[in-house]
C-alpha cells in the first residue's frame, strides 16, 4: 500500500510540472539594482557593487509580492512608488549590461521560459540577470487642518464677519489634520460672543492643544485650528461665525402641525430638564415620545436647565378608514356594515386575541374605534 501512495504521489507531482511548464516551487538567481531611480541605462554600462543586491526570482511569482525582491528594496520605497521593471542580460556577477530584454509591469510573473530568454543561452556562468524597478517619486501630501460641525467642513480661513450659521442644541466640533502620520501639533482656539481675529493676526493667539471633541453649547462662537508639521509648516482654518441656540429642539413634528395616526416627536438639546404634554411630564425613549392618535390638539413643552424653553401645538387625529383598508397599525373609526380589508402581514384587533392574516376581508357588528397592530 505504501508503494502504491508513493507512486501515486510521484505521478501527481509529474503532472503538475506537465501543466504548469515549470519546476514546482522553482527559484533561480538573479541580480537586483537597489540604488533608486536608476536612469537611463546601455549596453555596455557597469553598475556598482553597493548598487545591486544578490536575490532569487521565484518563477511564476509576481515580482512585487516576493519578500526576497521587496526586502531588499524596503529603503527606496520609502520615497518612491514601484511602476514596474527593466529586465538586462547582465554577466554573470551582474556587474556589466550586455543588453535590455523586457519592459514589465510591476506585478509580473517570469516563468521558466521567460527566465531562460532574458538570461541567455551561455550557461549561468557566463550570464544572468539584472532586475531593474522603474520608480516615480512619491509626492507628499499637503498640510491641512479641517474643522467640522454636523455636516459642514472649513479647511480654511473662513470667518466673514457675520454669524450667520445657527445650530440649535448642542453641537459638537471636531478637527482633523492631514497627512494623519505627519507628525507634529494641531492647536484650536475657541473665541466666543464677539470676539474674532483676522487671519494676520492668528498667529498671536492662545492656542491650546486639541485632545479630541469640542462641545459647543448655547451661544456665538468662532472656532479656529492651527496645524504644524515636523518640518515646521504651518496652516490655520476657522469656521465662519456659528450661533448655537440654547432652546430644547423638538422635532418631527411641526408647530400648527396637524397628524394621523399615533404621532411621535423628539426632543434634543443641552442639559434637558423636561417635556410635558398638556401639562403632564413625560418619559422620552430615545428622546422621542408617541402620542396616541385622540383627535384633539396638544400642547408640547421642551425646557432645559438654562431656562431655555420651546413650545409646540399640534392635532393628532385619529387614522380615516374611508379607503377600507387596513394598511398600517394604529386606531380606525369603522362603519357597521362596510367591508374592509386588512394590508399584507399578520394582524391582531383590540379585545381580540385572534391572529389574522392579511389580505383578509371583514366586516364590525357595531361601528366605533378598534385599535389594529402588526405581528
Not at 283 to 290: A, E, H, I, V
Not at 316 to 321: A, C, I, M
Request: glycine share 12%.
Amino acid at each position: 500500500m505504501r508503494k502504491r501512495w508513493k507512486g501515486l504521489l510521484c505521478l501527481w507531482m509529474a503532472l503538475l510540472v506537465l501543466l504548469s511548464g515549470q519546476s514546482v516551487w522553482a527559484a533561480e538567481p538573479a541580480y537586483l539594482y537597489t540604488a533608486g531611480q536608476a536612469g537611463t541605462l546601455e549596453a555596455g554600462q557597469s553598475i556598482q557593487a553597493e548598487d545591486r543586491a544578490s536575490i532569487e526570482i521565484e518563477i511564476g511569482s509576481s515580482l512585487n509580492g516576493q519578500s526576497g525582491i521587496m526586502d531588499a528594496l524596503s529603503g527606496v520605497l520609502s520615497d518612491y512608488d514601484l511602476d514596474g521593471w527593466t529586465v538586462w542580460r547582465a554577466d554573470s556577477g551582474g556587474t556589466y549590461l550586455n543588453e535590455y530584454k523586457a519592459d514589465l509591469p510591476a506585478n509580473a510573473r517570469i516563468d521558466d521560459s521567460d527566465y531562460q530568454s532574458y538570461k541567455g543561452d551561455n550557461g549561468a556562468n557566463e550570464s544572468s540577470i539584472l532586475l531593474v524597478p522603474k520608480l516615480t517619486e512619491k509626492v507628499a501630501e499637503p498640510l491641512g487642518v479641517t474643522i467640522t460641525i454636523g455636516d459642514q467642513s472649513w479647511s480654511a480661513y473662513s470667518f466673514s464677519g457675520a454669524w450667520d450659521h445657527t445650530y440649535s442644541g448642542r453641537q459638537t466640533a471636531s478637527i482633523s489634520v492631514s497627512p494623519s502620520d505627519g507628525g507634529g501639533t494641531c492647536q484650536y482656539y475657541l473665541a466666543q460672543g464677539s470676539e474674532s481675529y483676522a487671519e494676520s493676526d492668528l498667529g498671536s493667539l492662545s492656542w491650546v492643544n486639541y485632545g479630541g471633541a469640542i462641545s459647543l453649547i448655547g451661544g456665538e462662537y468662532i472656532l479656529y485650528a492651527r496645524a504644524e508639521d515636523a518640518d515646521g509648516n504651518v496652516v490655520y482654518a476657522s469656521t465662519d461665525g456659528i450661533v448655537v441656540s440654547s432652546a430644547p429642539v423638538i422635532s418631527g413634528v411641526t408647530d400648527g402641525g396637524v397628524y394621523e395616526g399615533d404621532t411621535t416627536f423628539t426632543v434634543d438639546g443641552a442639559d434637558l430638564e423636561s417635556v410635558t404634554v398638556d401639562g403632564q411630564e413625560v418619559s422620552l425613549t430615545n428622546n422621542s415620545y408617541t402620542i396616541i392618535a385622540d383627535d384633539l390638539t396638544h400642547r408640547i413643552v421642551a425646557r432645559n436647565s438654562a431656562g431655555g424653553e420651546t413650545v409646540c401645538e399640534i392635532t393628532v387625529n385619529k387614522k380615516s378608514s374611508a379607503t377600507s383598508e387596513i394598511t398600517d397599525a394604529g386606531t380606525y373609526t369603522l362603519a357597521a356594515g362596510t367591508a374592509y380589508t386588512l394590508g399584507n402581514g399578520r394582524w391582531m384587533v383590540s379585545g381580540d386575541n385572534t391572529v389574522y392574516e392579511g389580505g383578509r376581508s371583514f366586516y364590525v357588528s357595531a361601528g366605533g374605534e378598534y385599535s389594529f397592530q402588526k405581528q
